[in-house]
């Protein structure tokens, strides 16, 4: 495609289910960030992929927190045990050459923890 | 914690009226870029200042980076109601790390 795309683009769960989401990223980008937007916040870096190096996991808030990007592309962000605070939009990039070039943002998944 | 924090967290113009946000942070960084968010989604990115450039335009936007003062700022000229978003700086110190944000509202 020709963006950044992600999946679903709304999540609304219970409290202590696992979530799953999903991010595809501009064909041919090397790397692939996540982060999470609380209502009116910044943004909080979660998880960096850059190629085949070892993921950057510095910003996971906790260990419920896992991220796996398959095949270079496609990533997905799981969630366990879902928690009110989790709530969040969580929002996907790709960038063409690591760090220090322009990321390319995905439209984000709002998730919803009742 | 955020590396960029920005100033205003919130301007209210004119259309026509030009815009100004300002960006401080801490560490040394290799570039700093602006972004634009609208409706709380996606990011877009609007442009990227290397630490050995001083000033950047690209359109109605003009960037300016002092590194001895650890700050930018994005001068929006002209503004128009459709430039109505938060607007982030993102520093690149070998990680990039976006600041807390500016809510720009244009009315009419």
Not at chain 1, 10 to 30: A, F, M, Q, Y
Not at chain 1, 31 to 54: D, K, P, V
Not at chain 2, 28 to 36: A, E, G, P
Request: charged content about 20%; aromatic content about 8%; glycine content about 10%.
């Amino acid at each position: 495609g020709a963006g950044v795309s992600q999946s679903p683009s709304n999540k609304v769960t219970e409290k202590g289910k696992d979530v799953e989401l999903r991010c595809d990223p501009i064909s041919g980008h090397t790397a692939l960030y996540w982060y999470r937007q609380s209502l009116g916040q910044g943004l909080e870096f979660l998880i960096y992929f850059q190629g085949n190096s070892a993921p950057d996991k510095s910003g996971l808030p906790s260990d419920r927190f896992s991220a796996e990007r398959t095949g270079g592309s496609v990533s997905t962000l799981t969630i366990q045990r879902t928690q009110q605070e989790d709530s969040a939009v969580y929002l996907c990039a790709s960038s063409a050459r690591g760090q220090r070039s322009e990321q390319f943002f995905g439209p984000g998944t709002r998730l919803t923890v009742l | 914690s955020q590396q960029g924090e920005e100033d205003p967290q919130a301007l209210s113009i004119q259309e026509g009226e030009n815009a100004t946000m300002n960006c401080s942070y801490k560490t040394s960084i290799n570039n700093l870029q602006w972004y634009r968010q609208n409706s709380g989604r996606g990011l877009v990115h609007l442009i990227l200042i290397r630490s050995n450039e001083r000033e950047k335009h690209s359109g109605r936007l003009r960037v300016t980076l002092d590194t001895s003062k650890k700050s930018s700022s994005l001068l929006i000229t002209a503004s128009r109601a459709a430039d109505t978003a938060s607007y982030f700086c993102a520093t690149d110190d070998g990680k990039l790390t976006f600041g807390t944000g500016t809510r720009l509202q244009v009315t009419l």
